[in-house]
């Protein structure tokens, strides 16, 4: 079946350190991939979000690219702030949009002053 | 933005009692709304899908007689987690989708999670 597997944490940097968080899927079709982060305390919210082989997502200074060939996604930003601490879970969606989600087991990001 | 909320955050109950999670959409409809568990470092799991008026759709090993799922309102669906015990103390987190044709349909939106805790 579909599975989503990102690196575990925690990760922990300092303010505007370079933040990569690494994230691989299996797929039977092609799907759409997103980001999610969750605040303490808060719901999940959407990130960022790609639909096909070569989009890249990008919002709140994060980016990541749809890697077909390295069925990749990963979640990069340049420079992390404070505010940016938090869980942020990868995942897909294989029956189109809005359907069947897929996550992976997320990864805390903790940012120091 | 398209706002979940869920009730309670928190609960902690004997072993044997049932609990009720409530999920409501509070600014859109939701024809769809979708149960998943999560245990601790763990991936969120789909439970189920329910549809507004109808029975719910359970994934694959999810005890349905056990996961009580209600979506009598376009706004509201409910968890009812029945006898519980020490095993099914989890996060539970709902999402919700709403009509095709409007924009909250081509996303899912999410509770803030309810931890239930079973002693």
């Known amino acids: 079946g579909d599975s989503v597997t990102q690196m575990e944490g925690p990760v922990t940097l300092s303010e505007e350190a370079f933040l990569t968080i690494n994230c691989t899927y299996t797929?039977?079709?092609?799907?759409?991939l997103f980001w999610y982060v969750q605040y303490p305390g808060e719901g999940l919210q959407l990130l960022l979000k790609?639909?096909?082989?070569?989009d890249k997502g990008s919002n709140k200074g994060f980016e990541a690219t749809y890697r077909k060939e390295t069925t990749s996604f990963h979640l990069e930003k340049g420079s992390v702030q404070v505010s940016d601490s938090a869980v942020y879970f990868c995942?897909?969606?294989?029956?189109?949009?809005?359907?069947?989600?897929?996550f992976g087991p997320g990864t805390r990001l903790s940012v120091l002053p | 933005g398209a706002v979940v909320s869920q009730h309670p955050s928190r609960v902690i109950c004997k072993s044997g009692t049932s609990v009720k999670i409530e999920c409501r959409s509070l600014?859109?409809?939701?024809?769809?709304m979708f149960w998943y568990r999560q245990f601790p470092k763990q991936s969120l799991m789909l439970m189920a899908t329910s549809n507004e008026g109808s029975k719910a759709t359970y994934e694959q090993g999810v005890e349905k007689d056990k996961f009580l799922i209600n979506h009598a309102s376009l706004t509201l669906s409910t968890l009812t987690v029945t006898s519980a015990h020490p095993e099914d103390s989890s996060f539970y987190i709902c999402?919700?989708?709403?009509?095709?044709?409007?924009?909250?349909?081509?996303?899912?939106?999410f509770g803030p999670g309810t931890r239930l805790t079973v002693l």
């Open positions: 995942a897909l969606s294989d029956r189109g949009y809005g359907q069947n989600f897929v």
């Open positions: 797929a039977t079709g092609y799907p759409s």
């Open positions: 600014d859109f409809q939701a024809t769809t």
């Open positions: 999402s919700a989708r709403g009509a095709s044709g409007v924009s909250s349909y081509n996303e899912q939106f």
């Open positions: 790609a639909t096909k082989a070569d």
